[in-house]
């Protein structure tokens, strides 16, 4: 994943950390022949992308996923509550085109 170049970083972040868990920032950085700080923007840039991924992506148990599909498959009737949506619908959005 390409990083921003050094012009482009105008923004300071900080944190306060243990001086075991900067050993083991400073080993994984030098293990991947990067700077620390460039290293802890790149975990910091991959956690944020997968935390937001994260959220796009819908995860049912098997059980809901069978009547997810069954409702799809074989829908209800609409019930009175639908249909005067569905006619409000019509009257406030459609029709006043």
């Given at each position: 994943?390409?990083?921003?170049?050094q012009?482009?970083?105008?923004?300071?972040?900080?944190?306060?950390?243990?001086?075991?868990?900067?050993?083991?920032?400073?080993?994984?950085?030098?293990?991947?022949?990067?700077?620390?700080?460039?290293?802890?923007?790149?975990?910091?840039?991959?956690?944020?992308?997968?935390?937001?991924?994260?959220?796009?992506?819908?995860?049912?148990?098997?059980?809901?996923?069978?009547?997810?599909?069954?409702?799809?498959?074989?829908?209800p009737?609409?019930?009175?509550?639908?249909?005067?949506?569905?006619?409000?619908?019509?009257?406030?959005?459609?029709?006043?085109?």
């Amino acid at each position: 994943m390409p990083m921003p170049n050094q012009q482009t970083r105008t923004a300071r972040l900080e944190a306060r950390i243990s001086p075991d868990m900067l050993n083991l920032v400073k080993r994984a950085a030098e293990i991947q022949g990067r700077s620390v700080s460039d290293f802890v923007v790149a975990a910091a840039q991959e956690a944020a992308q997968r935390t937001i991924e994260n959220t796009a992506i819908l995860r049912i148990s098997i059980e809901d996923q069978r009547a997810m599909m069954e409702a799809i498959l074989n829908p209800p009737e609409p019930n009175e509550a639908l249909r005067k949506a569905a006619d409000a619908h019509k009257r406030l959005v459609v029709d006043s085109h």
